[in-house]
T-cell receptor, first 113, second 112 residues
Framework: DAKTTQPPSMDCAEGRAANLPCNHS???????VYWYRQIHSQGPQYIIH?????ETNEMASLIITEDRKSSTLILPHATLRDTAVYYC??????????????WGLGTSLAVNP | DAGVIQSPRHEVTEMGQEVTLRCKPI?????LFWYRQTMMRGLELLIY????????DSGMPEDRFSAKMPNASFSTLKIQPSEPRDSAVYFC??????????FGNGTRLTVT
């Protein structure tokens, strides 16, 4: 499975947009990009996923480049509660392939007042 | 939906003792996963089940670890005997075919 590269840490001012990059240059055609986040003392929480097109939900937007080698998670108006570790993962579109998710160490996002 | 429920939230035990961690997945989810998280290694998959059957246990560290899923609503992860290096946060997650994972809030295990 393709691996991902993320910056280890980022800062963002409260109320501003947080743009979290992810590099997945070896992604295959059938692999989705998934984003999760982990708030301190909690389990990881699903945010959003996509294959080729940009996606938006109530939590965030996902922008995937045309060549699919990188993506950006956007939190449009970051709040203090968005302080967390954000994981970018690629996952094949096959049942059971959850087992091979490579989580990495993610990006630790600090939202500052 | 109560989410994935894990118990206990915290467990402190002495080396050599048996430890049992418990998980109740979300109703209707047919996949269940056990993960371990440490600062050094991040999140590691230990084992996963599909329809209560263990599919891949290649991540289980050694024979001291065992996991069972006697029915669709309950799973256990057992460590016997426990060692200090087993200290970590253990997460259970559940999901459906090709759907995102839903995680519990974990069990923080400390072995002294």
């Amino acid at each position: 499975d393709a691996k991902t590269t993320q910056p280890p840490s980022m800062d963002c001012a409260e109320g501003r947009a947080a743009n979290l990059p992810c590099n997945h240059s070896t992604i295959s055609g059938n692999e989705y990009v998934y984003w999760y986040r982990q708030i301190h003392s909690q389990g990881p929480q699903y945010i959003i996923h996509g294959l080729k097109n940009n996606e938006t939900n109530e939590m965030a937007s996902l922008i995937i480049t045309e060549d699919r080698k990188s993506s950006t998670l956007i939190l449009p108006h970051a709040t203090l509660r968005d302080t967390a570790v954000y994981y970018c993962i690629v996952r094949p579109d096959n049942a059971g392939n959850n087992r091979k998710l490579i989580w990495g160490l993610g990006t630790s996002l600090a939202v500052n007042p | 939906d109560a989410g994935v429920i894990q118990s206990p939230r915290h467990e402190v035990t002495e080396m050599g003792q048996e430890v049992t961690l418990r998980c109740k997945p979300i109703s209707g989810h047919d996949y269940l996963f056990w993960y371990r998280q440490t600062m050094m290694r991040g999140l590691e998959l230990l084992i996963y089940f599909n329809n209560n059957v263990p599919i891949d246990d290649s991540g289980m560290p050694e024979d001291r670890f065992s996991a069972k899923m006697p029915n669709a609503s309950f799973s256990t992860l057992k460590i016997q005997p426990s060692e200090p290096r087993d200290s970590a946060v253990y997460f259970c997650a559940s999901g459906r075919f090709n759907s995102p994972l839903h995680f519990g809030n974990g069990t923080r295990l400390t072995v002294t």
